[in-house]
């Protein structure tokens, strides 16, 4: 699988997610975001970090790079699009997925492992999965908070104890059809039983149409 | 021209922030302050000097990009 | 000599000896512009004019050391091709100042360190020391400072894997907060700071240059605080991330595919030093253009240009046929950059400034020609009486004792600081913060790179000398107990008012133990930091050494030891020499009042075989932990909370359990082990037993995460 | 009483959140936005109706909390 990695100027994960998706047998690609082709991808990931410094509002600015048109054309013909913490917020910001985010509860950064619970199988983040299985995966947010106040948002991971306030414990939601999610903790952190966890490899591989069942 | 954009979140979108201030102040001894909400305030500075036009344009710089219209709401106040 | 010119270097806080050596340089009066270069070239911060003669007593070579103390920071060479650079810094006085915006830039003039040499930065520590957390002004300035590291890394996005936190009453008008860099690059990567070549052209890349912290270095670095705090305030920096992630990216870019000879940060004395430095090293003239320079505010006056600290910049040495390209990857990384300067023959920095030369002096009477000084030095006469009045601690009860240490949040859980620090990013962080050491993983390789940081200032305030070689074992013992074989030390000096002997005196038997320490272990000293004039209101901090010290492990332990790995039936061990009925500078001495007493002296004949020791079990044990504040007990009840597991220590006796004596560490061993050292006692499925008392693991465990929470009141 | 507090950050003191914000706009066509500034206001509800007493005690809350001295000035409206 051909997957593009977006870059945006402050992204900081985006050679972490590549790296364990080329583990996992995909062939990967840095994307600038000033990119105006994502022709030849069959998955395209916005991965965590701080695009633009995260002025004004965390994807904010993000949401009008020139490869977000591209990104929204593969979302719309059912391509996997996959955005981790920022790479979420900017999916929000760009309306391909519900909500939006507000800072944590306590207004201070989480850098640590959160357990979630999967809510929601039907999308290919989840696909690998069982319902009610617990993975733990490490947060890494000082804007996690999911607010969506349409209440119609499709979860697809819930925090089992709410580290943030995110709206109904999400911690990731899909689109109504299911191929865009967006993720709060980061699965590529939860890669190597070295690192304290690899719950986060059933998921990433979801992405690749591979899953490996837990 | 000054153009002076207010952007307030929502009343029914929560505000952790002015939550965490109005508790610090409780803490400090401020218990008459019932609540707290913060907003955003961003000042432009713009060559153009047609009011009308300049209204028109901050408008849509809000709806596009300063303001989010799923948490906020905005005032557009000119100079 | 008139009246006006005296006051102007007087303000720069130059003395009039000083002066008159820069009018003995350039055979004439300086021009405003040049006196403004040499004010801030001249600092004591830039300069290190009171330290310098003392520093040169560090050992700094090694075969391993590719450039040592000097440059922007020391690199190592780790093998196969790669290595290591590292840099410690410290930023106080801002921090007092404004904590979140001090703390932060100086974390980015860290990195700044770091990436100048062709290094990607990989991780960064923090050490920070404010007065007790029961002050509301405390509480104030180390939230702001948290928050600060937390803003700026997290946001830069370079992971903060540990750090050291130390709360006395020594820190009260003068917090200390100390940011180290560890970065990694190949061996075809390193840049040095050099002008290059007659032709090269300089290039100046990011941030548009303000009249932000003006007199940084000269005044707020290098002058007391109480003087500084009120009208020589320069207005405060303000740290932008952003601008910096994308310096470092363009810069890494540059250096991939070898696009510039030499490079400089801009950070104290900004563009002064980003000439003169690279130029006399280079041994080569330059012309800058001040009008060139990009700016955020109009109007600046030419000495403003050459002193402002303005962050977020660098300076590229480019020959000419690469400036195209150069521009472009600048372009490409959407930073701005501008043009400002012509290397050429001769020893001369020319800066001109709309046509005409506000500027010429010669590149190294900036850099290499600050005065400098033998200060007069004096052993404090207080200090015989501190050592005669030793009281030894008290005892009754060691259970009470031991909660008590838990709950002191220089002990206590770190988890408040460091989790809003991302410390997991570019997944290398094998052991994170809330062990010994760090352990960062070198990804292509089987290599691990361990840090710890270690400083102790009561320790050093009774005796400088065996403090600070102290420091510089235990660190070690903490990288050994990662797998790691110690390799080098950087050292950030925090001290008080270097015009006093006695401070001098401090500072000249730090340096020496220091030394001692890695002569015994034959390790370099590839870089530090000094800062001075930690003092307010003519109160000296307690002389503050903070070792940050780099091994290698290699290769890395497949199954590092981790305090959450001991579980039932396993065995205590203790390895070390054993303990003396000495508590001088030790945790326990703290909670039941002053420092008082001589520490007990290293012993170095045992520190470097037990370090190679330790490096070895590393790989074979489940659980390692050095032993050091709060002694034995803390460091067991540490290795039951993290495991959940309960342990029966057999002796009761606070010298063992208390004593902060150096080179011990715990071991965790699976029953039946034979090890080098003294087995005290077992892990269980039960509490934590020492001697006939008994702690629930919850008691411990509530105790000591909450210690930190409840000392801020959240 | 409803207080609002209008926080500005001085302006020798870099704002590099409105300098992004500036650049974001420029890319989108609003080229003759010359300057972005940030600012907060923090609306307070107060239990109390003594005029003279809200504003002494608001003043304190902004010198003490609201505000940060080293960066910022403040400006407190009643009502
Ligand atoms: N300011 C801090 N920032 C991040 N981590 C910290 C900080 N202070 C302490 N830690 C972490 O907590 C752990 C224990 O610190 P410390 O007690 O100083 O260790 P040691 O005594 O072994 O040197 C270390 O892993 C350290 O990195
Ligand atoms: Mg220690």
């Known amino acids: 699988m051909r997957v593009a990695v977006v870059v945006f100027p402050g992204s900081n994960c985006e050679r972490d997610v590549a790296d364990v998706l080329h583990d996992l047998g995909a062939e990967t690609h840095l994307v600038w975001h000033r990119e105006t082709d994502l022709t030849g991808f069959d998955g395209v990931v916005l991965p965590g970090g701080f695009a633009h410094g995260d002025a004004l509002r965390t994807g904010a600015i993000a949401r009008f790079s020139p490869v977000m048109a591209e990104v929204a054309r593969l979302a719309a013909v059912g391509a996997p699009v996959l955005g981790i913490c920022n790479g979420f917020q900017i999916l929000c910001e760009a309306g391909l997925l519900p909500g939006a985010f507000i800072a944590n509860r306590d207004l201070a950064f989480i850098c640590r492992f959160v357990e979630v619970e999967v809510a929601d199988t039907g999308t290919f983040l989840t696909a690998g999965t069982r319902l009610g299985s617990v993975l733990r995966i490490p947060l890494n947010s000082y804007e996690g908070n999911w607010v969506d106040p349409t209440g119609q948002g499709r979860i697809v991971l819930r925090y089992v104890d709410d580290p943030n306030g995110s709206q109904a414990g999400a911690a990731a939601v899909a689109s109504a059809e299911g191929n865009v999610v967006g993720v709060m903790p980061h699965p590529e952190r939860a890669s190597d039983p070295l690192l304290g966890s690899d719950d986060g490899l059933v998921l990433l591989s979801g992405f690749l149409g591979a899953p490996v069942p837990v | 021209m000054k153009v002076t954009v207010v952007i307030n979140r929502r009343p029914e979108i929560a505000d952790p922030e002015g939550t965490t201030v109005r508790r610090a102040l409780h803490e400090l001894g401020f218990t008459e302050v019932a609540e707290v909400r913060m907003d955003r305030v961003i000042h432009l500075d713009v060559d153009d000097d047609d009011q009308d036009r300049v209204r028109d344009r901050v408008d849509v710089m809000c709806s596009r990009l300063l303001a989010n219209p799923v948490l906020e709401d905005y005032l557009v106040v000119l100079g | 000599m008139t009246a006006v010119t005296e006051s102007v270097h007087r303000r720069l806080g130059m003395t009039d000896d000083e002066y008159e050596m820069v009018v003995d340089v350039l055979g004439r009066e300086p021009r405003p512009a040049e006196l403004a270069m040499y004010s801030v070239m001249w600092s004591e911060h830039c300069s290190y004019k009171s330290s310098r003669a003392y520093l040169s007593r560090f050992p700094t070579s090694a075969p391993w050391v590719v450039v040592g103390p000097g440059e922007n ?380 940081t270690d400083g102790n200032g009561r320790l050093c305030l009774l005796d400088p000398r065996r403090g600070a070689a102290r420091l510089v074992f235990e660190a070690a013992l903490n990288v050994a107990v990662a797998g790691a074989r110690p390799l080098a030390v950087v050292d950030n000096l925090n001290f008080g008012n270097p015009e006093k002997p006695e401070v001098m005196w401090q500072l000249v038997e730090t340096v020496e133990g220091i030394s001692e320490a890695c002569e015994a272990m034959g390790i370099p000293v590839v870089g530090g930091n000094v800062s001075f004039y930690n003092e307010t209101n003519d109160r000296d901090v307690n002389p503050t050494p903070v070792v940050g010290l780099l091994g290698l492990a290699d290769p890395m332990p497949i199954d590092p030891p981790r305090l959450q790995r001991a579980r039932p039936g396993m065995e205590i061990w203790v390895i070390g020499p054993d303990p003396t009925p000495n508590f001088a500078g030790s945790s326990l001495q703290r909670l039941q009042g002053a420092p008082t007493g001589r520490p007990t002296a290293p012993r170095p004949d045992v520190a470097t075989p037990m370090i190679e020791d330790v490096a070895r079990l590393a790989h074979v044990t489940p659980v390692l932990h050095d032993v050091s504040d709060g002694g034995l007990a803390v460091a067991v009840a540490e290795i039951c909370i993290a495991s959940g597991t309960g342990a029966v220590v057999e002796t009761d006796d606070p010298v063992w359990l208390f004593g902060e004596d150096p080179h011990r560490v715990v071991v965790i061993a699976e029953s039946g082990s034979a090890l080098p050292g003294r087995r005290i006692g077992r892990m269980w499925a039960g509490d934590l037993v020492i001697g006939d008392e008994t702690l629930s693991l919850e008691t411990i465990a509530t105790t000591w995460h909450r210690a930190l929470p409840d000392a801020l009141g959240v």
Not at chain 3, 167 to 176: I, K, R
């Open chain 3, 73 to 452: 920071a020391g690199v190592v060479d780790i093998g196969d091709g790669w290595l290591a650079a590292i840099r410690i810094e410290s930023h106080n006085h801002p921090s007092f100042v404004e904590p979140y915006q001090g703390a932060a830039t100086g974390v980015g003039g860290i990195l700044r360190d770091v990436f100048t040499m062709g290094a990607r930065p990989v991780a960064l520590w923090d050490q920070i020391r404010f007065g007790p957390l029961d002050r509301p002004h405390n509480r104030y300035l180390f939230k702001g400072v948290v928050a600060g590291i937390a803003g700026y890394g997290n946001a830069v996005g370079v992971p903060t894997v540990g750090g050291e936190i130390e709360f006395d009453v020594c820190y009260e008008g003068n917090p200390l907060v100390n940011v180290l860099c560890l970065g990694v690059m190949h061996r075809d990567e390193l840049v040095l700071g050099t002008a290059g070549e007659p032709g090269s052209i300089a290039v100046l890349l990011g941030k548009a240059t303000g009249r932000d912290g003006i007199g940084g270095a000269s005044v707020l670095a290098s002058a007391s605080f109480d003087e500084a705090a009120t009208e020589k305030r320069p207005s405060v920096q303000v740290g932008d991330p952003f601008e910096e992630k994308k310096l470092i990216e363009a810069c890494l870019e540059l250096y991939r595919r070898h696009l510039v000879v030499g490079v400089q940060d801009l950070g104290a004395a900004g563009l002064t030093c980003a000439v003169s430095e690279p130029a006399a090293r280079a041994g080569v003239g330059i012309t800058l253009d001040l009008g060139e320079v990009h700016v955020r505010e109009g109007g600046m006056t030419p000495p403003e240009l050459l002193m402002s600290e303005s962050q977020e910049r660098m300076m590229a040495y480019v020959r000419p046929e690469m400036l195209e390209e150069v521009l472009t990857v600048a372009e490409h990384w959407e930073i701005e950059s501008s043009v400002v300067g012509v290397v050429g023959e001769g020893d001369m920095v020319t800066v001109r400034h709309d046509g005409e030369v506000v500027a010429e002096v010669p590149a190294d009477s900036l850099s290499g020609g600050a005065p400098l000084y033998h200060r007069p030095v004096a052993r404090p006469d207080w200090l015989d009486e501190l050592w005669e009045s030793y009281v030894p601690p008290t005892v009754a009860s060691p259970a009470e004792t031991l909660l008590a240490l838990l709950s002191d949040p220089s002990i206590g859980s770190s988890a408040w600081i460091h989790e809003q620090y991302d410390h997991m990013l570019f997944l290398n962080t094998v052991v994170g913060p809330g062990g010994d050491g760090a352990l960062i993983r070198v990804r292509g390789t089987n290599k691990g790179l361990a840090v710890s």
